[in-house]
């Protein structure tokens, strides 16, 4: 029992150095976007730009992997006013554009992986 705490603790350990190893090789543009992500956006798009809650919907969009610049124009849309949502137009005039430039910077940069179910069933596998 006492070898299964330790490889348990050793295993976190690792775990934990390398998600520091990580967030230190981010950029100040991508660390910065991610503390906007975490403080602002996270409650509806999470962290990863997956919606939590409301799927991916008109109401609470999933936003990971989307391109800079739209992400860019639709949150100075809201800022502007031009796009009007009650959220979305009440955060993004809370922020600044280098936070907007910064947080579209980070969803911008998740990447995916997609599946194709005529690629991936058509393919032999370990069945």
């Given at each position: 029992?006492?070898?299964?705490?330790?490889?348990?603790?050793?295993?976190?350990?690792?775990?934990?150095?390398s998600q520091l190893t990580a967030e230190a090789k981010?950029?100040?543009?991508?660390?910065?976007?991610?503390?906007?992500?975490?403080?602002?956006?996270?409650?509806?798009?999470?962290v990863s730009g997956k919606a939590g809650s409301g799927?991916?919907?008109?109401?609470?969009?999933?936003?990971?992997?989307?391109?800079?610049?739209?992400?860019?124009?639709?949150?100075?849309?809201?800022?502007?006013?031009?796009?009007?949502?009650?959220?979305?137009?009440?955060?993004?005039?809370?922020?600044?554009?280098?936070?907007?430039?910064n947080v579209a910077e980070w969803y911008s940069r998740?990447?995916?992986?997609?599946?194709?179910?005529?690629?991936?069933?058509?393919?032999?596998?370990?069945?």
């Open positions: 029992m006492k070898k299964l705490i330790i490889i348990s603790i050793f295993s976190l350990s690792l775990l934990r150095a981010l950029t100040e543009t991508l660390k910065a976007g991610k503390e906007i992500a975490q403080n602002i956006c996270s409650g509806c798009h999470g799927g991916n919907s008109g109401a609470v969009p999933n936003i990971y992997a989307q391109q800079r610049d739209y992400l860019t124009l639709k949150l100075k849309n809201y800022k502007s006013g031009k796009l009007q949502h009650p959220q979305m137009t009440m955060i993004a005039q809370m922020i600044s554009d280098t936070d907007i430039d998740i990447k995916v992986k997609v599946f194709d179910p005529d690629i991936e069933l058509s393919e032999p596998g370990p069945y």
